[in-house]
């Protein structure tokens, strides 16, 4: 049986949503950052017991494929940002495209229509977020930073940080309060 679980955006999410299938005595048969299969179909009722646990510890089973999709899409994005490895010529359209085999203008419509913002948009936050933890840690430079996530020039990501953030990086380093969100409410 395969469950798909919306907030799943780390390694910590998958040990904590394995926990729980164990908790229920549920057996996995693989899981990945939102989505899981078991090793055989589960009752009702621990499907009812299931679903309050994950509430509980912050996580939501998904069950129309609308949001599945979406979820998906969000979570190939997370992971493409964490391993801040984009080449400046990235294409968010072709990746999305090539890896969930669909359409890039269906997955566009589809995001857009039940999440109040584009997938561009939701890109650029995801990469605004990773951006901010990246001066706090103040491992690399700018100009290492807008390599490592895609930007063709340091003005590029600066002018995105501003538009977003309302700061410039250098400011954003400056403020006593680091105003950063849990990427699973982006």
Known sequence: MRIFIKNMVCGRCIAAVSN???EINVEVKNISLGEIETESDISEEKLEILEDLLEKTGFERIKDSAHQLIEKMKNLIIQKIS???IDENFLLSDFLSNRLHK???TLSK???QNENLTVEQFFILQKIEKVKEL???NEFTLTEIAGKLGYKSVQ???SQFRNVTGFTPTEFKKLKVHNRKPLDQI
């Open 20 to 22: 729980i299938f164990n």
């Open 83 to 85: 391993e801040t490895d």
């Open 103 to 105: 359409d890039y203008s």
């Open 110 to 112: 589809t995001f857009s």
């Open 135 to 137: 001066l706090l840690y």
């Open 156 to 158: 590029h990501l600066s």
